[in-house]
Each structure stands twice: as structure tokens, then as C-alpha cells.
Nanobody, 122 residues
Framework: QVQLVESGGGLVQAGGSLRLACAAS????????MGWFRQAPGKEREFVAS????????TYADSVKGRFTVSRDNAKNTVYLQMNSLKPEDTAVYYC???????????????WGQGTQVTVSS
């Protein structure tokens, strides 16, 4: 079993920044894939980014490329999503997830966090 806890969401003005954290516990995640997804009201959950749990092989959705950055802290077993130049359309609940394969599909991920709300005002 894997437990994931997201934090760091909040309200920010357009152009601002937030850093989301995803703290993992449970079984070893070596070799796993970490995914970030988001879901806006009335919309399907969409892919934001993925990386190996070790921090390599990072892929970003076109909508966030150049603005969002994935990083990790080995000592804290935590992965971060640094979000810069935020836009109102980035408003959503953001989720981290763990799976076995690199994929932009939600179905490929086995464990999910509870989500954290990000609201970007114009």
C-alpha cells in the first residue's frame, strides 16, 4: 500500500506561484512513476506531469510546459510541483498519483492522494 498526501494549494492571483507537495509513505516507491493530474469543476481529470519517483524522465502537458516544474526531496520522500505564471485556467483540484508505467491516463495509476485546491484569480 502507498499513502499520498498533497499540500500547498491555495488562492493566488494570476501571474503568481504556488508549490504543491506530495508526501509518500508505505512501501518503497523505487521504480514507480509519479503523476500529477488536475480536475476543474465540470471537467474530466487531466494530466499535468509525470516523472520517475527518482526524479528523472519528466514529461509535462503542453498547457503547463515552461511554467510548472517537478522536483523531489529524497530525504522527505516528497515530490513537488512548482507552479509559476499561474493563470485562471489553472484553477482545479490537483492530485498526485503513483503507478507502474509512464502514462497520461488516470487509469494507469494505482494510488491517489486526496487532492489540494488551487484557485487562481484574475
Amino acid at each position: 500500500q502507498v499513502q499520498l498526501v498533497e499540500s500547498g494549494g491555495g488562492l493566488v492571483q494570476a501571474g503568481g506561484s504556488l508549490r504543491l507537495a506530495c508526501a509518500a509513505s508505505g512501501r518503497t516507491l523505487s521504480g514507480s512513476v509519479m503523476g500529477w493530474f488536475r480536475q476543474a469543476p465540470g471537467k474530466e481529470r487531466e494530466f499535468v506531469a509525470s516523472s520517475s519517483w527518482s526524479g528523472g524522465s519528466i514529461t509535462y502537458a503542453d498547457s503547463v510546459k515552461g511554467r510548472f516544474t517537478v522536483s523531489r526531496d529524497n530525504a522527505k520522500n516528497t515530490v513537488y510541483l512548482q507552479m509559476n505564471s499561474l493563470k485562471p485556467e489553472d484553477t482545479a483540484v490537483y492530485y498526485c498519483a503513483v503507478g507502474k508505467f509512464y502514462s497520461s491516463s488516470t487509469g494507469s495509476y494505482d494510488y491517489w492522494g486526496q487532492g489540494t485546491q488551487v484557485t487562481v484569480s484574475s
